[in-house]
């Protein structure tokens, strides 16, 4: 059975800065990863996923993610956070159903606040 | 949000009653799935359907019930079976094609409230 971690319940982070989101996962076979974001009281917005290929993937907003088989690791990164950008982080992992079709995972989910 | 419509987006029930929370796509998806948001837990697969007139349990089916009578409907019935109905519920659709790996997009949601 697939699972992810979320380690960090919140991230605090000053506008300007760069910012990391942390996501490590356990799955057999290829790992297909994703990120969303939640802003409140609404549903998740797709920002980027990893299949295969370039370990550095880009997304949406500004966002990219960093893919490290060895540490079996899927962090969030931007460059320059912005407050817009508080929210709540999901990371995600497919995995296969039974009765087929995908099935993502998430993980508990990572409050980001920036500040000015 | 795009694409996907839930309604109500406020769902007030006495305990003891059946309450039917909506999902619409027109997306032409052919996969949908209903989640459930609790604080602290992430989201947990309910249902999920991947054609018309088919669907399978996901993690935490007890309690809930579902048809897929139309491609771009996936109501989702809370039944008084459910023990802790109180929660936000998303509904999400997907492309499905062998081989490949399509993201899911998610509705806005619908808060239930079970008194």
């Known amino acids: 059975a697939q699972s992810v971690a979320q380690p960090e319940d919140q991230v605090n982070v000053a506008e300007g800065n760069p910012l990391t989101v942390k996501c490590t996962y356990s799955v057999s076979g290829n790992p297909y990863l994703f990120w969303y974001v939640q802003y409140p009281n609404r549903g998740l917005q797709f920002l980027l996923k990893y299949i295969t290929g370039d370990n550095l993937v880009k997304g949406s907003y500004g966002f990219e993610a960093e893919f490290n088989k060895s540490q079996t690791s899927f962090h969030l990164k931007k460059p320059s956070a912005l407050v817009s950008d508080s929210a709540l982080y999901f990371c995600?992992?497919?995995?296969?159903?039974?009765?087929?079709?995908?099935?993502?995972?998430f993980g508990t989910g990572t409050q980001l606040k920036v500040e000015l | 949000d795009g694409g996907i419509t839930q309604s109500p987006k406020y769902l007030f029930r006495k305990e003891g009653q059946n309450v039917t929370l909506s999902c619409e796509q027109n997306?032409?998806?052919?996969?949908m799935y209903w989640y459930r948001q609790d604080p602290g837990q992430g989201l947990r697969l309910i249902y999920y359907?991947?054609?018309?007139?088919?669907?399978q349990k996901g993690d935490i089916a007890e309690g809930y019930s579902v048809s897929r009578e139309k491609k771009e409907s996936f109501p989702l019935t809370v039944t008084s079976a459910q023990k802790n109905p109180t929660a936000f519920y998303l509904c999400a659709s997907s492309k499905e094609a062998q081989g490949d790996t399509y993201e899911q997009y998610f509705g806005p949601g619908t808060r239930l409230t079970v008194t």
């Open positions: 359907s991947q054609i018309v007139n088919d669907f």
């Open positions: 997306l032409n998806h052919d996969a």
């Open positions: 995600a992992v497919r995995g296969r159903l039974t009765g087929g079709g995908n099935k993502l995972t």
